[in-house]
């Protein structure tokens, strides 16, 4: 049975720092990949990693602020979120995807429920 259950989110304010966790069962050699949908607004990508970690991509609204990295059992995946602006907040759902590096959601398979990330200004 595959299982993907976000921890982590909270509230913090701008310029904080949080770290998202992922923790996951029954898949291997997936793709793990970060979304947030804010209110009123579609699911977006975030960043993804690949099976070996060895490769990551982030969309650019992120980049140079979030980490996204796999636990060496790889069972686990992170997301570090540094420089925290109001506009970060979202829920963010963990993905997990059979095909490399997607970075559209209707490519993942297997999504976790959701972490609440809030920061104020």
């Known amino acids: 049975q595959v299982q993907l259950v976000e921890s982590g989110g909270g509230s913090v304010q701008a310029g904080g720092s949080l770290r998202l966790s992922c923790a996951v069962t029954g898949v291997s050699r997936y793709t793990m990949g970060w979304f947030r949908q804010a209110p009123g607004k579609e699911r977006e990508f975030v960043a993804a990693?690949?099976?070996?970690?060895?490769?990551?991509y982030y969309a650019d609204s992120v980049k140079g602020r979030f980490t996204i990295s796999r636990g060496n059992a790889k069972n686990t995946v992170y997301l570090q979120m540094n420089s925290l602006k109001p506009e970060d907040t979202a829920v963010y759902y963990c993905?997990?995807?059979?095909?490399?590096?997607?970075?559209?959601?209707?490519?993942?398979?297997?999504w976790g429920q959701g972490t609440q990330v809030t920061v104020s200004s």
């Open positions: 990693i690949s099976w070996t970690g060895i490769n990551t």
């Open positions: 993905a997990a995807d059979r095909n490399y590096m997607a970075t559209a959601s209707h490519e993942y398979d297997y």
